[in-house]
Structures are given as C-alpha cells and as structure tokens.
C-alpha cells in the first residue's frame, strides 16, 4: 500500500494557528453542488439525472431546517465566535446566501434548458398553464372542480382575520385580488394552504395514448383560483413555501419521559421559527410585503424560484415511468457462495468472519440472521441497536417476533435520530407492547453505532455470542442505494466487547476499557490520533508510511492538525471524503502529501473504512460508524471494528480501498483553493467508475 511520497520533514512545519481550514456549510454546499452536477451529465440516464435534481432539493431544505436554522439564531443570540476556518455566524450566512442563490439558479437552468427539453424528446411533457391546449385545460378544470376545490380552504388576511400559521416546507398559494364591483376598494390578500393529501404533480388525461403529460399542482390551482373567491378578480396568484427551523430542542438528562418529549417537541417544529422563504418570481410588492411582515423574515432568506417549488416532487415521476432505458440498469444484489449453502447462517460465522459490501451485495443475510435468531431454539437473547430502519422493516418484525417466542430481545432505539423520530417511536411501542426491552438511547448521547448481539447454545452446550457489526443502517430500502459493509464474526475478543458495550449503554455500569473495538466517546478519537501519530513517526524515521482514509465527513480541528503534521513528516494520506471536508489539501509546506477525493454516483458513499500502513507490523484496518466530526468522537455512540480475517483484508486492500484513486466517471479532487475538478483521463483509456466496476465484479462473481 506504501507509495513514493514527498519527503517535506526538512521543512519548516506550519504553527498550528497558521492552519487552514475550509468553512463546513461551504463545504457541504460544494458537495451538494456535485450532486447537481450529476443531474448535467449526459452518462447519467435521463430519469436518474431527474433524481438527482430532486435530491438537490432535498437536501438544501434540511440544510436550512438545521444548518442554516442554528446559524441564525446565534446571530440573534449575538454570538460572534468564529469557526476554525475564521467566519463568524453573520458572516457564514452571508456567504451561504451567495453560494445558495447560485446552486438554486444553475438547479432551474439544469431543469428548464436541459432536463425539460430531453424529456419532451423522450414523450414527457411538463406543462405551464400557458402552454395548455383547450382540451388539457377543460380536463384540467374539471379535475380541479372534482379533486382539488373540495379540499381547498381560502385564508383571507386583514384585521378580522389573523396571518394564518403556515407548516414547514407546506405548498401555499398567495392570491391579491379586487373587486370589480367596487373600484376604489383597496385589494385583498388570501392564503391557499395546499392540503399534502393533494398529488402536487398531476398527470393531464392519463387515459389517453401519446406522450405522458405533466403539471405542478402549484400551475392548476392559480389558474383556477378565482373559483375560490366569487365576486373577486385574481390580480396574481404566486406559490410560495416556508422552510422553518427543525431542530429539536432536547434536554434527555432534564426529561423524565424522553418519548414523550420529543413527542411534544414533534408537535412544535411545525411552528418553529422561519427559515427561508421560497416564492415563485414576478411577485408584486403589496402582497409579498404582507407575507414577509407576517412570516418576520428579512429578505436576505427569500429565494424568488424561476420555476416549480420543491423540485423534490419529481421523485414521483421516477417512480410512476416504467421506462428502463431512461433508468440505471437493474442489478441483483449478491450473495456469497457461502451463504447459499443449506443450514444456519450461526454455523458459516462461526467457522469464519464474513463481510458483505452493500448495495454490491445483499441485505438478506442480515436480515436472515435476525430472523433465524427468532426461530432457533438455541438462541437466548437479541440485543440490537437501531437508528434508522425502512416503512416495513423485516428487522422489527424479527425482533417482535423473536420476543413472542420467549426470547429475551433488548432494543435500543435512538429516538433523536433526525427526521425518523416519529418513525422511531412507533417503532419503539409496536416493540414494547410486543415484550421487547426498549431502550430510549443513552442520555447525553446519540447511540449511531450499527450492532446486533445474539446469544446462543452452541453444540457443545456453552453460550457463544454471534455479532453483526454495520457501517450502515438497518434498513433494507437503503441498503440497495448506500454503499455499506456488514461485518459477521464469532471471536470472542470482539464479540465480548460488544456485549460489554451493550451492558454499557442498557445499565448503569461506567463505559470498559475497549481493547480491540474502538469506540466513542470513549477510546476512538484518541486510538485515531494515536494512529496518525505513529505513521508520522515512522515517515520521520524513514520507514514506509502511509493513511487511507474513506468517510462522509471531516471537520475534527485536532485530527486535521495531526494529518498536516503527518504530512509535513512525509506520510502520504490518501482521503475519500464524500461530502463536509475542513482540511485544505495540497499546501507546499503543509498538505502537499495528502490527496482528497469525493465520489458521486449511482449510489450514496457511506462506508466508512481506515487503513493505517503500520510499517512495523500488519496494516490496521477498521471499519465502522463514525465519521472524523466532534459530534461522532465526543457526542455519539460510535463503533469501529477491526477487520483481521487475511482474506478479507486482501479484499479491501486489493478492491476497496485503491479503486475510487483511478475513477476517472464520478470522482472529484479537491483542490487547495476548495474547487473540486475531475481528474485527467489518461489517454488511449476509457472512463472508470469505481461503482460500475464492483457491481460488475461481484455481482459476477458471487451468483
């Protein structure tokens, strides 16, 4: 794995408060803006670049429900602390406002000048009101008339009537209008909250043949609003969305029923403050003052749209046209030889560890060995810990079922897990009135760590612990679209570790000394740091010297200042960081030995996997839950593990760990001045994807 390297330790080495760093949220808008850049590519099938558009959307409104939310009210608390790359809060937003406003405009162009047109090419029509025949405009009435009238509840807005409450990210219509009638009377303004019941894009006469015809619910109701309000005249009628701050406001150690807090806080976030306002553009002044006074939000946080709002809603035209050639080919996740054979999935791990690479190859025998764990006479306990999980989780399922049986079933539930916390609590009662032992996280902590502990008879009549370790969340839905690693062993050094951590986190008994299991917030920030600091003794001493990194994130200050320093010694550092990226690398005298690369395909990176070179003996590698950020290290409950199996270690270092540094398809390099830039394609070579490859390769080679 060692490669030739730039020795700088001659160098001056830069103080430590010389460092540079990028600013996170500018960083995370660069990623999202090669995700857009995805929905630009012609490689990219036509449907899956609308995809990509829609995750655009999605992920700026949670950028905005939390990042951005949190910005805002230290400027209102009059916090000026500056971040480690040296903004201040106010100064942050203004930046993000900038970088926003360009993303949003080059996100409408990507849909108007490119992705529209290739549609209609392809018989897909998206449709204004403009653009309607007489025919589509007569349908269109009467669906309105039949679907969209009856629910519809006009707002109006003047003394007797107060603003009314607008939900977050809620599709509302701000109609002024006059009277005819009554020329010297002042206009009026009306609310039209659009009911989320309603489909927000609305396929025109799908009966007939031809092309499908589309068009934004947002385009029927303005053309049909008069309807609404006899007597009046529509002088304008503009869409509008709120985006309002969605983080929960959570003290576990102070609540003595945290279900039932964040309950209430649930119940809440509908009226938290205004974040940003999104308005279709062409407004007229009266109205859009009225709406701002009302929603008390400067206009610094309005985005006038050139366009349909919340292009999140393309998502359902993915999934309603069954065109393949528009899509990705489908591919059938594999699964390893041996674990096709005939008999327990208990017997294969305990005769070997086994390591499953998601979405590559399959889910199913994770969820097969919860629900063997369900059945099996022998096993006594499940203990399982769950973040996330899919609708119609098979792995609850097991675990309630298991619980039926007689079995002794432990659930940690992390309820603070965002955005699924009303998910995880029904999940959490559906399991409690089951028998399941629900645990409500660790107080203080988010538990993110991916662990399933089973206790079981083995042949010889003594308990054995058998353990799945993940990178990835128990959820079969999202296992077909990140890329994760699951991780199977019997030995014992790790499985005792496991259940100790599970005793941990269910009682009362203060955190154990990990030996093998690095995990936070106990030991995993300081093994790391340690880690780094041996690869940079060894490069001063000579000796080969080499770190490989593949994560979400990295904004740790103290582990970007010990990757410099490492680099500065003559370590070569190798990092796939997806998305947040704080280390500038590339810097003569500073980063000139560390390379940074993002990937953006098919699928979400989301491994998380280290590979420390260790010239005085075998290579450390781990895999695991945590990203290189102070919440993972210090404010989470993380696990990674080491993978020790010689197969399996040739496998990552063979076909993991070098391929994203040849993808010439999907992959990126941050450059110093925080520009990210395709690579070269070396001449007489075709593109390669990293992605494409492994799917081909494995899924090959295991069916």
């Excluded at 894009?201 to 109701?221: D, H, M, T």
């Excluded at 049909?224 to 009628?237: D, H, I, T």
């Excluded at 370590?571 to 560390?594: A, F, T």
């Amino acid at each position: 794995m060692a490669k030739s390297i730039h020795r700088s330790s001659k160098k001056s080495p830069a103080k430590a408060h010389t460092y540079p760093y990028f600013n996170r949220e500018l960083s995370w808008l660069a990623f999202n803006r090669r995700v857009l850049q995805q929905a630009f590519h012609q490689k990219t099938p036509l449907l899956e670049r609308l995809k990509f558009l829609a995750i655009v959307s999605s992920n700026l409104d949670e950028f905005f429900e939390i990042r951005v939310a949190g910005l805002i009210q230290q400027v209102e608390s009059n916090v000026t602390e500056k971040g480690i790359d040296g903004l201040n809060p106010k100064e942050q937003l203004r930046r993000i406002h900038s970088v926003v406003a360009s993303l949003v405009e080059d996100q409408y162009r990507c849909w108007h000048d490119i992705l529209i047109p290739s549609l209609k090419k392809e018989r897909i029509h998206f449709k204004t009101a403009s653009e309607l025949t007489q025919k589509e405009l007569a349908w269109l009435k009467r669906y309105f008339e039949k679907q969209v009238f009856p629910v519809l509840t006009p707002l109006a807005v003047d003394p007797s009537h107060p603003f009314p409450q607008i939900g977050n990210k809620t599709l509302n219509v701000l109609v002024e209008l006059d009277y005819p009638d009554t020329p010297k009377t002042k206009s009026q303004i009306a609310i039209l909250p659009v009911p989320r019941i309603l489909p927000r894009l609305v396929r025109i006469q799908p009966e007939s043949k031809g092309p499908r015809r589309y068009i934004f619910l947002s385009e029927v109701i303005k053309l049909c609003a008069e309807k609404l309000f006899p007597g009046c005249r529509v002088l304008s009628a503009k869409a509008f969305r709120i985006t309002r701050n969605s983080d929960l406001y959570i003290d576990d150690e102070e609540s003595e029923n945290l279900l039932m807090k964040i309950e209430e806080e649930l119940r809440n976030l509908r009226r938290g403050a205004a974040v940003r306002l999104e308005i279709e553009e062409g407004v007229d002044e009266k109205p859009f003052k009225i709406l701002l006074d009302n929603v008390n939000l400067p206009k610094e946080y309005v985005f006038q749209i050139s366009g349909p709002l919340n292009l999140l809603r393309l998502f359902s035209v993915y999934e309603a046209i069954d065109q393949p050639n528009l899509k990705e080919k489908p591919f059938i996740p594999a699964i390893p030889k041996k674990l096709k054979k005939k008999g327990s999935i208990f017997q294969t791990i305990t005769q070997q560890d086994i390591l499953l690479h998601h979405p590559y190859e399959s889910f199913q025998p994770v969820i097969d060995f919860i629900e063997q764990a369900g059945i099996d006479p022998n096993v006594y306990a499940i203990k399982q810990t769950l973040y996330r999980t899919s609708g119609d989780s098979p792995i609850i399922r097991a675990l309630i079922k298991a619980s039926q049986k007689g079995k002794q079933v432990t659930a940690l539930i992390e309820l603070k897990a965002r955005f699924d916390e009303a998910n995880n609590i029904q999940w959490a009662r559906q399991m409690e009135e089951a028998g399941v032992h629900v645990v409500y996280g660790v107080a203080g902590l988010k538990v993110h760590c991916k662990c399933c502990l089973i206790i079981r008879k083995s042949p010889t009549g003594d308990l054995q612990h058998l353990v799945h370790l993940g990178t990835g969340n128990y959820n079969p839905k999202t296992a077909r679209l990140y890329t994760d690693f699951s991780f199977f062993t019997a030995r014992k050094y790790i499985t005792n570790e496991v259940a100790l951590l599970f005793n941990s986190m269910t009682g009362y008994g203060r955190p154990h000394q990990f030996k093998h299991l690095l995990v936070a917030p106990y030991n995993l920030h300081t093994q790391i740091q340690k880690r780094i600091h041996k690869e940079t003794r060894n490069a001063e001493a000579g000796k080969p010297a080499h770190i490989r990194a593949q994560i979400n994130s990295l904004i740790d200050k103290e582990t970007i200042n010990n990757l410099y320093q490492a680099s500065q010694a003559g370590v070569q550092i190798d990092l796939i960081v997806r998305g947040i990226c704080g280390l500038v690398p590339g810097l003569d005298g500073i980063s000139e030995n560390i390379r940074v690369r993002s990937v953006v395909g098919r699928f979400l990176e989301h491994s998380r996997a280290l590979y420390f070179h260790n010239a005085d003996g075998e290579p450390d590698i781990f895999l695991g839950s945590s990203d290189w950020m102070p919440r993972n290290f210090l404010r989470r409950i993380e696990v990674l593990f080491p993978i020790e199996d010689p197969f399996l270690r040739k496998r990552l270092i063979t076909d993991f760990f070098p391929h994203p540094w040849t993808d010439t398809e999907n992959a990126t390099e941050l450059r110093s001045n925080g520009a990210y830039e395709a690579p070269t394609l070396p001449k007489n070579s075709s593109p390669f994807s990293t992605q494409t490859y492994l799917l081909s390769k494995i899924t090959s080679s295991t069916n």
